[in-house]
Each structure stands twice: as C-alpha cells, then as structure tokens.
C-alpha cells in the first residue's frame, strides 16, 4: 500500500458566474465572518473558517453537518496555508485533506465579465479524490451563489 | 434469564452500532473494509459524495466500532473489528431465543389447554358457548 507511488494527479476545474463584482466576491472568498456562510461541502450543514487572509498564514476550514450527531469537533477539517493573494483577481492556497490529500493545490482566479464575475477554481488532485471533492465544491460554490441572489 | 435478554437487546449502547449500520453507504463502506484493508480515498471512491460526508460517515463507524483507523504516515487505512460485528449478531440472536422460547412456551400451553378440555367438562363447553 504505497498510494504516493501510484497515484496519478488530475486536474479539476470549475467556472461560476457570480451577480456580484470581483472585489465583492474576492472578500466573500477570503473574510472568514463572510465565508462561515457558504464554506462547508454539504448541501446541509455550517462552516467555522478560522484564518486570516495573508500570505503564508494557515487557515482551517471547518464544517458540520447540521443534522444527525451532535457535533462537538468538525466532522470534516481541511486545512493548509495561503500561498498567493491578489486582491481582487487571485487566490492561491495549499489544501490538505487528512487521510485523504497529503497535500494540493487550490488556484482561484476572478475575472469582471459584463458586470458579473467569473470564477474559475482549479485543484490538482490524485485521481481517486476528484469526484468527491467536485461534490465539495460544487455544494461550496452553490452557498456562495447564494449570497449574491 | 429473559430479563437479561431484554435488557442486553434494549442497551442505549448499542444505538452506535444500530446506527451506523441502518445506513446503506456505511454498510458498504463496512463490506469493502471488512475484504480487505481500504484507505479513506479507496473506500470514498464508489459513492459520489462530498468528502465531509465521507469523512463523516467514517467517523459514526468508527465511533460505532465497526472499523478500527490506522495511520501510517499520511495514508489512512481502514480495518473492519469483528468484535462489533459479532455482537450485534448476538443481541438479535438472543432476539430470536427470546421468540423460540416463547413460542415453545404458548406451544405447551395450548397443549395443556386442549389436554384439560378433553379430560374433563368435555359436554359443558359447547352449551357455555352458545
């Protein structure tokens, strides 16, 4: 059972096109009181994002499922360190996923498009973790949308 | 004997164990393990779901008992534990004793019913009934 030797690394993409200009969508991406709103990758559930937006500064994104047990610790944490921030056209950061992914990366780019944002987030991944992390991202991104309905 | 039954099978401590299994992606997760050791990223892989609620569902297994988490390095490595397994099994045998027993038991009753009937008042029973 040796995965690092075997595993081979995708890339996943996802683009979104969000009502919202690229310094408001930039904040709702990097303000933990803003992201505790949309960062948990359940279609239920609630985040506690703990991590100041600066580079080379850790972060912890916590998320719960609101139903079920109740939960004292977070029933899911991943967790790294941000690498680059370019307010309001990037956001680069490092993701580890316990048990999971040893270790990635996570590229957020935004870009004004006729008064609406583009966002296109890119994670390179061992193969076997992409579906659920599109899973996690796509529930992610739909909360996020829904901040700017 | 009974009293005992009852009790082992109404234990508030094996809601844990009831309740990780009474869900299908669990019990799959259980079933892969229990074939052969599985890491997180492996036993993820047949459900289209989020990490977190993977991570969850691993989680109540684990709590339940049903699967012991290995760490080496930074692979995480999944085992069922028999032991868990074989309890739940026991509790819904004693079940099973229990309604064995009692079906005996009402077995023998009715036997000493009928066998009463015909031993005596034989003629009296069909006047009480009308």
């Given at each position: 059972?040796?995965?690092?030797?075997?595993?081979?690394?995708?890339?996943?993409?996802?683009?979104?096109?969000?009502?919202?200009?690229?310094?408001?969508?930039?904040?709702?991406?990097?303000?933990?009181?803003?992201?505790?709103?949309?960062?948990?990758?359940?279609?239920?559930?609630?985040?506690?994002?703990?991590?100041?937006?600066?580079?080379?500064?850790?972060?912890?994104?916590?998320?719960?499922?609101?139903?079920?047990?109740?939960?004292?610790?977070?029933?899911?944490?991943?967790?790294?360190?941000?690498?680059?921030?370019?307010?309001?056209?990037?956001?680069?950061?490092?993701?580890?996923?316990?048990?999971?992914?040893?270790?990635?990366?996570?590229?957020?780019?935004?870009?004004?498009?006729?008064?609406?944002?583009?966002?296109?987030?890119?994670?390179?991944?061992?193969?076997?973790?992409?579906?659920?992390?599109?899973?996690?991202?796509?529930?992610?991104?739909?909360?996020?949308?829904?901040?700017?309905? | 004997?009974?009293?005992?039954?009852?009790?082992?099978?109404?234990?508030?401590?094996?809601?844990?164990?009831?309740?990780?299994?009474?869900?299908?992606?669990?019990?799959?997760?259980?079933?892969?393990?229990?074939?052969?050791?599985?890491?997180?990223?492996?036993?993820?892989?047949?459900?289209?779901?989020?990490?977190?609620?993977?991570?969850?569902?691993?989680?109540?297994?684990?709590?339940?008992?049903?699967?012991?988490?290995?760490?080496?390095?930074?692979t995480h490595i999944f085992t069922t534990k028999?032991?868990?397994?074989?309890?739940?099994?026991?509790?819904?045998?004693?079940?099973?004793?229990?309604?064995?027993?009692?079906?005996?038991?009402?077995?023998?009753?009715?036997?000493?019913?009928?066998?009463?009937?015909?031993?005596?008042?034989?003629?009296?029973?069909?006047?009480?009934?009308?």
């Amino acid at each position: 059972m040796n995965p690092s030797s075997t595993t081979s690394i995708q890339q996943l993409v996802i683009k979104r096109l969000y009502q919202t200009d690229p310094e408001k969508l930039y904040d709702a991406l990097t303000v933990p009181e803003i992201m505790n709103k949309w960062f948990y990758g359940t279609a239920n559930g609630r985040a506690n994002f703990i991590g100041e937006p600066k580079v080379g500064a850790d972060y912890t994104a916590e998320m719960y499922h609101e139903s079920g047990e109740s939960s004292v610790c977070a029933d899911y944490a991943p967790h790294g360190k941000y690498l680059e921030l370019e307010r309001p056209k990037k956001i680069v950061f490092t993701w580890i996923s316990e048990g999971f992914v040893d270790d990635s990366i996570v590229t957020i780019e935004l870009r004004a498009v006729d008064g609406q944002t583009e966002l296109t987030l890119t994670h390179e991944l061992p193969a076997e973790s992409v579906t659920p992390h599109t899973e996690g991202w796509n529930n992610c991104l739909n909360h996020l949308a829904e901040l700017f309905s | 004997m009974i009293i005992n039954n009852k009790v082992n099978f109404l234990d508030p401590s094996l809601d844990p164990l009831f309740h990780a299994l009474s869900d299908v992606t669990r019990r799959r997760m259980v079933l892969d393990a229990h074939q052969k050791p599985h890491t997180a990223g492996e036993l993820a892989r047949p459900h289209s779901m989020s990490l977190p609620a993977i991570s969850k569902h691993l989680k109540v297994l684990e709590n339940a008992g049903l699967v012991h988490r290995q760490i080496e390095g930074k692979t995480h490595i999944f085992t069922t534990k028999t032991e868990a397994l074989v309890k739940a099994q026991s509790v819904l045998n004693e079940l099973t004793q229990f309604w064995h027993d009692r079906l005996n038991e009402l077995e023998d009753y009715i036997g000493q019913e009928r066998k009463e009937d015909s031993d005596s008042e034989q003629e009296k029973l069909p006047t009480e009934l009308l």
